[in-house]
């Protein structure tokens, strides 16, 4: 124990410290598995980030494609090029660029759509958990609703309805806004979860006397939410959060997939799959098997990371 | 009646609701109530210690909660200082600063996720007691000083305190409002016995240091007889008697809480036998008709089982006992022996 | 060394249990000593975390991996049965050991009726037909003080209060007519009022049948009232060991002396209680030499450098120096680092 007040720069190597001596740190460091699975995640985030400075060519930009280049096989394939490591597709775009640009877009959206989510779902939980009654009864029973309902239909219904309203306006009905109905359409599908783990949650530390406390001094309601119940629900958030990421990376793929997603001129990972797969039986299979695979490793590292992190923090299986 | 008491409660009462399912509902049955408190009437003056004790379930944590202002009473009138405080809005800020609690579960009565430090700062930037950040510093370092921690200690997380120190820090808390009256719900009850009697001293010295008044409740009577100067013994929502602790150690009127005094594991009482007292704590959602305590009572008789006795002073001066032998002089005299005050 | 006579029911024998973690192995009990004779009740009392239920768990093998036992014998009925398989000591445990842990509920099937779990315990380890086990768990919930027993049988347990299951715990724990009983806290749950029924209960079964009991709790004031013997349990060690009497009134200890001493009790009014400095250390941070030397007024340079076993002597012995011809009659040199009398900090 160190009497007196540690430094400044004391207290975050402490903070750090502390950190990296953590259970979950040791948990992680133990696991090869969830740290490939942290690297591979954090090379796809580097990769998605800095596409244009990596991305050996820029596949969207017209001006740099020749069709001469078109339907190259992957390098190490008779007829590939090493300047076309996974080969290009038929239009002359290589398939490694497009992958990292793609990764990006899938990434976006992913986040995007976790967020929006993740805060109307705690927003919802935490308010219906602590204020309760007739409030409570309808945020629930709606959460209840869209349960029964699969979240891949809930996303289709919510893009054509806001394809429908805005076709009509002036409203540019571009890649942009493909985006942002998506992130939108699959942000609506997800909150329901958060909103009933964040109540349940709520419930339970509303209970606890910390909170009777600070009512009993008079902290206004939404203090008490945000300072003192908030934070003590989101350890399942974040657990949830994460699968989620995988969950929303598959349903924008899917959505981009079925052609209600991302147009083809800013293709996402799922946009490429469904464009390369008309390819697939006339012979140029890497120009949808290769997004596939990069579309499967990703939900498959964020996957294990939320796995892992589930039972990280869950203090029964310790 | 030349003063007025710092906590004066009449008649308070709250009935809860038990939900019922929505299918029943439909079919008309109606919600149950479980009065958990019904009734109860008492005055603290200032400097003065009120304990109440009585079995688990019998409505003590929720006549503190009341008084708190966590429940919204279904009657009865609390009143701090002379001012009505029974109605949300006229909680003022100068009245709530006026008292504070101290809950029993040292794990759950601080937030796990703030350091000690805003723990403590809390109620004294909500009542804007400290000018600035460095003022609140320092009083945060006072308080955890009067209550035998150290300043350091406040950088840290509740985790890494344990149960008593914990209680320590639940204790500086309510005092960094600077309170007449603290409601103290079983503040040892999660305690050891060598950490109990830490925490006991500590509360008897801060209340001779800063004149402090206490609501106790306990359901250790060896506990309640070392701290207070009143004491009332709750049955099931009500308090069956209000006596001075000698008088009620000395000579207890209610058959309850001569049950009470006879059932208690004592130090002093090594190779005693027990009777085996019988019966069973009844629910409070379904009470006894009557004096609710019929069912175990040796006494009972048919005016017990019909009519609920009320509250009232005993012919010993400052003793107000619910009870009809009492009240009809039929009761044996009180146990003397190892009960007595020595 | 060989069973019988000279050896009591229960011994136990420099217990260690310990628990492999990632900083190595984490010593929970370093060599308890204790010991229960035929039909006697041993209170075992100390602080949280002391290591009580873990003595109990340890000596019927119910221990929760990763913590296992590191260390020392546990001798029964002149056998020796740590280190038995699991088979074997479940067959101990039903038949002749008993065992009634804290809270009820987790004790008894939720889905079972009463009636059938008492048969069921009954005839696994008697040899019993269906009826004769019926009216034996019919007796033994009379034993108990159910009123209507036979009656009840048919009961699940969510019908009973509280008191009234751990009564049900007790009846299967003494199905068997075992020859010693471990109850860990079997009235913590309970209300007052009625731990006093369950105390009655418990007391008068094993007087009648002989049953001898080790009765686990942190409560003195149930220990004073219904143990014949002591084992008091400081930081993973029995550090005294006496009569009931002598211990709550004249222990040899300093820490059951100031244990006892801090207990408010109903006969006196005192103004302030004695209170022990301090705290106990944590498990993983005993200090060598003597535990409670951190806390202890009479602390000793010898006390810090050295553990004392159990010595002494009248009718308690305690592991302590002070009974020891070793002990320095001059005060020490060295007080106990602490500055203000009384109000200090548990830390
Ligand atoms: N918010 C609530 N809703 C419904 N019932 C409640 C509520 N709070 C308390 N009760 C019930 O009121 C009764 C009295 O509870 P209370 O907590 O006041 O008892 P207590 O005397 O403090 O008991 P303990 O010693 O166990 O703390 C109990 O039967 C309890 O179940
Ligand atoms: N599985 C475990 N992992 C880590 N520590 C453990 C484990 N089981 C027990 N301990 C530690 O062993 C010590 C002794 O525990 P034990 O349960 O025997 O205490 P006790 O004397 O029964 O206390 P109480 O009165 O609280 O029941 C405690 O400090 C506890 O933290
Ligand atoms: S009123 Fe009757 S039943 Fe109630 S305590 Fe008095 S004698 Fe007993
Ligand atoms: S051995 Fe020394 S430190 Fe330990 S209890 Fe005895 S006198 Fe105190
Ligand atoms: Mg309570
Ligand atoms: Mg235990």
């Known amino acids: 124990m160190t009497a007196g007040p540690l430094s400044g720069g004391g207290r975050v190597m402490g903070a750090l410290y502390r950190g990296a001596d953590s259970d979950l740190a040791y948990s992680f460091r133990r696991n090869p598995v969830v740290v490939t699975a942290a690297i591979v995640t954090l090379l796809y985030f580097f990769g998605a980030a800095f596409a244009d400075w990596i991305a050996p060519h820029t596949p969207f930009d017209p001006s740099t494609l020749s069709l001469g280049d078109a339907e190259k096989p992957p390098a190490w394939i008779e007829g590939g090029e090493w300047r076309y490591l996974l080969g290009t597709d038929n239009q002359g775009r290589d398939i490694f660029s497009t992958i990292l640009y793609g990764s990006r877009l899938s990434l976006i959206v992913g986040f995007s759509a976790v967020i929006f989510s993740v805060v109307l779902g705690v927003g919802l939980g935490v308010t219906s958990g602590y204020f309760g009654g007739w409030y409570e009864s309808t945020v629930m029973r709606a959460a209840d609703v869209q349960l029964t309902l699969p979240s891949i239909l809930v996303a289709l219904m919510v893009d054509g309805v806001a394809r429908a309203i805005f076709a009509g306006t002036d409203i540019k009905t571009d890649a942009t806004f493909a985006i942002y109905v998506l992130i939108f359409a699959i942000g609506i599908s997800a909150w329901p979860q958060y909103a009933r783990v964040v109540r349940s949650a709520t419930l339970v530390e509303k209970s606890k006397d910390y909170v009777a406390a600070a009512r009993v001094i008079g902290i206004p309601s939404w203090r008490i939410m945000l300072r003192h119940v908030l934070p003590n629900t989101m350890g399942p958030v974040l657990v949830i959060g994460t699968i989620d990421l995988a969950l929303a990376i598959i349903t924008e793929a899917t959505l981009s997939f079925l052609g209600v997603g991302i147009p083809p001129t800013q293709p996402s990972l799922g946009t490429l799959i469904r464009v390369g797969q008309e390819f697939l039986f006339s012979g140029q299979w890497w120009i949808t098997l290769f997004p596939a695979l990069a579309l499967v490793l990703l939900v498959l590292a964020v996957n294990l990371l939320g796995d892992w992190l589930r039972d990280a923090l869950n203090p029964k299986l310790r | 009646m030349a003063e007025m008491p710092l906590l ?331 009960a007595a005050d020595g | 060394m060989n069973g019988g006579a000279a050896r009591p029911l229960l011994d136990v024998r420099d217990l260690k249990v310990g628990l492999p973690t990632r900083r190595g192995f984490l010593p929970i009990l370093n060599g308890v000593d204790l010991h229960v004779k035929e039909g006697e009740v041993l209170g075992v009392v100390g602080e949280s975390g002391a290591g009580k239920s873990i003595t109990g768990l340890a000596v019927i093998g119910l221990l929760e991996p990763p913590a296992r036992v590191d260390g020392g014998e546990v001798w029964f009925e002149g056998e020796r049965i740590d280190g038995l398989s699991g088979d074997a000591l479940r067959r101990i445990r039903g038949a002749r050991i008993g065992v009634i842990f804290q809270d009820p509920l987790t004790s008894l099937n939720p889905l079972y009726t009463i009636g059938r779990q008492l048969t069921e315990t009954i005839r696994t380890h008697m040899d019993m037909g269906a009826d004769a086990a019926e009216r034996r768990a019919g007796e033994l919930l009379d034993e108990v003080g159910i009123p209507a027993a036979a009656s009840r049988l048919g009961a699940y347990p969510h019908e009973f209060s509280g008191g009234m299951r751990q009564r049900v715990v007790i009846a299967l724990a003494l199905c068997a007519n075992p020859r010693l009983i471990i109850a860990d806290e079997p009235t913590t749950a309970l209300d007052v009022s009625i731990q006093a029924q369950i105390i009655g209960v418990l007391k008068r079964l094993c007087r009648e049948h002989g049953t001898a009991v080790m009765l686990i709790t942190h409560d003195m004031g149930v220990i004073a009232e219904t143990a014949d013997r002591v084992a008091v349990m400081y930081a993973g060690r029995v550090i005294e060991d006496g009569t009931v009497a002598e211990v709550v009134r004249n222990a040899s200890h300093p820490y059951s002396h100031g244990l006892m001493g801090s207990i408010p009790t109903i006969g006196e009014r005192v103004g302030r209680l004695p209170q022990i400095r301090g705290a106990m250390p944590r498990v993983g941070a005993v200090p060598d030499g003597c535990a409670f030397a951190p806390r202890c007024p009479e602390v000793r340079d010898l006390c810090r450098a050295e553990r004392p076993t159990m010595m002494g002597g009248r009718t308690t012995s305690a592991a302590c120096w002070q009974y020891s011809p070793r002990w320095p009659d001059t005060a020490g040199a060295t007080g106990p680092e602490e500055a203000g009398p009384g109000a200090a900090a548990d830390g």
């Open chain 2, 8 to 338: 004066q409660v009449e008649n308070l009462a709250v009935h809860f609701c038990l939900p019922v399912p929505v299918a029943e509902r439909a079919m008309g049955r109606k919600p149950k109530v479980l009065k958990a408190v019904d009734g109860v009437s008492f005055a603290i003056g200032k400097g003065v210690t009120l304990s109440v004790v009585g079995e688990s379930g019998c409505g003590k944590s929720t006549v503190a909660r009341l008084i708190a202002g966590l429940y919204r009473p279904t009657r009865g009138r609390v009143a701090i200082d002379g001012h009505d405080v029974t109605a949300a809005k006229d909680r003022t800020r100068a009245i709530r600063r006026r008292l504070t609690m101290i809950f029993q579960d040292p794990q759950a009565s601080l937030n796990p996720r703030w350091r000690v430090r805003d723990i403590i700062a809390e109620p004294i930037k909500a009542f804007g007691i400290a000018g600035d950040a460095r003022e609140t510093g320092r009083q945060v370092d006072g308080l955890l000083e009067q209550v035998g921690l150290a300043g350091a200690d406040g950088e840290k997380f509740p985790h890494e305190f344990s149960g008593g120190q914990r209680q320590r820090i639940s204790i500086a808390r309510a005092l960094a409002s600077k309170p007449d009256l603290i409601l103290c719900d079983e503040p040892t009850s999660a305690l050891d016995v060598s950490v109990q009697a830490q925490i006991l001293n500590l509360m008897r010295d801060l209340q001779d240091e800063l004149g402090l008044t206490y609501l106790f409740i306990s359901h250790d009577l060896a506990v309640v007889n070392h701290m207070s100067d009143r004491i009332a013994v709750m049955y099931l929502g009500r308090f069956v008697e209000v006596a001075d602790a000698a008088a009620l150690f000395a000579a207890p009127q209610h058959p309850y809480t001569r049950l009470l005094l006879e059932t208690i594991p004592d130090l002093g009482m090594t190779g005693r036998d027990r009777e085996a007292v019988a019966g069973e704590v009844p629910s409070p959602i379904d009470p006894p008709s009557g004096c609710a305590f019929h069912p175990r009572c040796p006494y009972a008789d048919k005016r017990c089982r019909t009519e609920r006795p009320e509250l009232r002073e005993a012919h010993s001066g400052g003793v107000a006992v619910a009870c009809h032998a009492v009240e009809e002089e039929r009761l044996p005299p009180a146990p003397a022996g190892g």
